[in-house]
């Protein structure tokens, strides 16, 4: 697994990223999400994303455990979580609504949540969670790179924000965000047309892509019969899966686009290194864009 940049910092990702968000589904032990960590770091996934809220809070506490238990893993990954999502949740009984809280306060005390939750000194990466149209650019900007001169976390970033929100929050800041995580994926094409992956190419953010086998979908009904067909092709001539195809359509854009993959089931994970053998040429590539969106390009 190839490891991938970052331009601002020293840091590396692993070219696939393995997310979290769906890890307390299962009824988890702390072994078998101690299994996942190792099936992932096996294969070169290194780099493994969270947030403070995902599994309503108790995601980074499972994570967390499995690293108390074998704590020589953590020198082996990289560890992304995000913040500013202030959930409903009985967690938070006072809370009236869900809300984005990008201040200095709460995003200090979420980090500190984070790492007491994984059992860490330190994150690789934070990342502010949701664009919050109450941030004060200024507040958080300063607050981002205090974060980093403590030593809380190495490097910042941003997620599902757009070309101005994050240009706002940079021009706040001394030092550069690294990363903007967004959703795209096959049926979620936007970013690949709306210019928002050419300014992340612009200004240095590498891309990561949350969703990118689309939340599960594209083993769904919506997957129709030209899409199926291409599949399918593909699958038989490749001698693949058809996430290793969706995974590997992804890293075809020259963004450099690191999907954040979030299957839950241990089989799935052992071949997710599938991905690199799988090779795309550009007419493909199209096949597969103008199939998921149902009509042709302009
Ligand atoms: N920044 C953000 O706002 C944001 C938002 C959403 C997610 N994320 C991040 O992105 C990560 C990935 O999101 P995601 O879980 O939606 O990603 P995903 O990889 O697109 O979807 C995972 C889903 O696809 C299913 N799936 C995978 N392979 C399958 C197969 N061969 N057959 C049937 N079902 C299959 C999985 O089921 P199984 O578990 O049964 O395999 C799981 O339900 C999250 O964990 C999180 O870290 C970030």
């Known amino acids: ?22 890890l307390a589904e299962s009824s988890p032990s702390t072994q078998s999400t101690d299994a996942k960590i190792r099936v992932c770091l096996d294969q070169g996934i290194t780099t493994f994303d969270h947030a403070d809220i995902y599994g309503d809070y108790e995601c980074e506490r499972l994570f967390g455990h499995a690293l108390k238990k074998s704590p020589n893993l953590r020198e082996r ?3 992304i979580s995000k913040c500013d999502i202030a959930l409903l949740s009985e967690k938070h009984p006072n809370r009236r609504v869900k809300y984005y809280d990008t ?17 860490t000194d ?3 990466t934070l990342l502010i969670h949701r664009p919050d149209p109450l941030m004060d650019a200024s507040e958080t900007g300063e607050a981002l790179d205090e974060l980093i001169k403590e030593g809380l976390v190495r490097t910042v970033g941003v997620s599902n924000f757009s070309v101005w929100q994050w240009k706002l929050l940079q021009s706040n800041m001394s030092n550069r965000l690294i990363s903007n995580q967004i959703e795209i994926n096959v049926f979620e094409q936007s970013a690949l047309w709306n210019g928002t992956l050419e300014a992340m190419q612009l200004d240095q953010l590498l891309p990561m892509a949350w969703s990118p ?3 599960g979908q594209l083993f769904g009904h919506q997957v129709n019969s030209d899409l199926q067909n291409v599949f399918s092709r593909l699958e038989k001539t490749q001698n693949c899966q058809r996430e290793h195809i969706a995974l590997a359509w992804l890293r075809m854009h020259p963004a450099n686009i690191v999907p954040v993959v979030g299957t839950n089931n241990l089989d799935r994970i052992l071949f997710l290194n599938k991905m690199s053998q799988v090779e795309l040429d550009r007419e493909t590539w199209f096949e597969i864009l103008v199939a998921a969106k149902g009509s042709e390009v302009p």
């Open 122 to 124: 330190y994150l690789d």
């Open 1 to 22: 697994m190839k490891r991938i940049k970052t331009l601002h910092s020293e840091l590396t990702f692993s070219e696939l990223a393995y997310g979290v968000w769906r």
């Open 77 to 79: 990954m990289e560890l």
């Open 103 to 119: 201040s200095r306060d709460y995003l200090f005390k979420q980090v500190q949540q984070s790492l007491r939750h994984l059992n």
């Open 213 to 215: 086998l689309a939340g």
